[in-house]
């Protein structure tokens, strides 16, 4: 995987913490929230394939979102 691929998955992937923190702030059904959390699930599940082909020597993809 190229650095730049790299680089565009992390602006997108950052790109849906945002929406998901939107989601989360204007949620006020219990049917959103079981949306946002299915959206969080699948967020992780897509970092942690992305970094199957991190490069060692980078954080993880968690870490670098952590002060979102």
């Known amino acids: 995987m190229a650095d ?3 680089i565009e998955r992390i ?4 790109e849906q913490i945002h929406d ?3 989601m989360v702030l204007e949620s ?7 949306e ?3 959206a969080a699930r ?4 897509e970092a942690k394939k992305l970094e199957k082909n991190w490069p060692k020597t980078a954080p993880s ?8």
């Open 28 to 34: 006020g059904s219990r049917t959103k929230e079981d």
């Open 36 to 38: 946002t959390r299915a």
């Open 11 to 14: 602006t997108f992937i950052d």
């Open 61 to 68: 993809v968690l870490e670098m979102t952590k002060g979102e």
């Open 20 to 22: 998901l923190r939107k």
């Open 4 to 6: 730049g691929e790299i």
């Open 42 to 45: 699948a967020w992780l599940a």
